[in-house]
T-cell receptor, first 114, second 112 residues
Framework: EAGVTQFPSHSVIEKGQTVTLRCDPI?????LYWYRRVMGKEIKFLLH????????ESGMPNNRFLAERTGGTYSTLKVQPAELEDSGVYFC????????????FGDGTRLSIL | LAKTTQPISMDSYEGQEVNITCSHN???????ITWYQQFPSQGPRFIIQ???TKVTNEVASLFIPADRKSSTLSLPRVSLSDTAVYYC?????????????FGSGTQLTVLP
């Protein structure tokens, strides 16, 4: 069984540019989550999809971040325009059903804003 | 949000049993307790989840006392490859992913 896949593994862009991160969850998993760890801080929740619907986006830092999950399969997280404080590691996780914590995490996208 | 407190670090030797305790004094009635393991440059890896008493799977056991204000992750016979950061999280599912804050975790170092 393929795990959660994130692309790219690393991204280096300049302040003001746009970057799109992609997450492919485990096939059939309705729940998809985005988290991030900014430098020196804890891993924090960004948002949660159930299929294609946003169940909870309370962790999204501001309107420069846009997450989509068209068709309820893969998800993208776009940062536009990127700021220096957006640097960090962005994790995606997926799980099936209710009552369980996110069980499968990807290895993250390391985003560096110059 | 239920706040958790764990030791910052622990050392152990290969073959020993390791117990990592987490305090969560303000755990809510519908909260579950979940433990994750994380290696450098990798995403967190789910270890075990429980609500009360004892839960065991192929890699670990989770002990939760009756008051649920703490929990203990038990790793039997650790090996060098168990060196990692271990996180204790508390939250209810569904709808509580925002409560899933990882905290600082416990850095476990297994020595030969």
């Amino acid at each position: 069984e393929a795990g959660v896949t994130q692309f790219p593994s690393h991204s280096v862009i300049e302040k003001g540019q746009t970057v799109t991160l992609r997450c492919d969850p485990i096939s059939g998993h309705d729940n998809l989550y985005w988290y991030r760890r900014v430098m020196g801080k804890e891993i924090k929740f960004l948002l949660h999809f159930v299929k294609e619907s946003k169940q909870d986006e309370s962790g999204m830092p501001n309107n420069r971040f846009l997450a989509e999950r068209t068709g309820g399969t893969y998800s993208t997280l776009k940062v536009q325009p990127a700021e220096l404080e957006d640097s960090g590691v962005y994790f995606c996780a997926s799980s099936q059903g209710v009552g369980m914590a996110p069980q499968h995490f990807g290895d993250g996208t390391r985003l560096s804003i110059l | 949000l239920a706040k958790t407190t764990q030791p910052i670090s622990m050392d152990s030797y290969e073959g020993q049993e390791v117990n990592i305790t987490c305090s969560h004094n303000n755990i809510a009635t519908n909260d579950y307790i979940t433990w994750y393991q994380q290696f450098p440059s990798q995403g967190p890896r789910f270890i075990i989840q429980g609500y009360k008493t004892k839960v065991t799977n192929e890699v670990a056991s989770l002990f939760i006392p009756a008051d649920r204000k703490s929990s203990t992750l038990s790793l039997p016979r650790v090996s060098l490859s168990d060196t990692a950061v271990y996180y204790c999280l508390v939250g209810a599912y569904p709808g509580s992913a925002r409560q899933l804050t990882f905290g600082s975790g416990t850095q476990l170092t297994v020595l030969p």
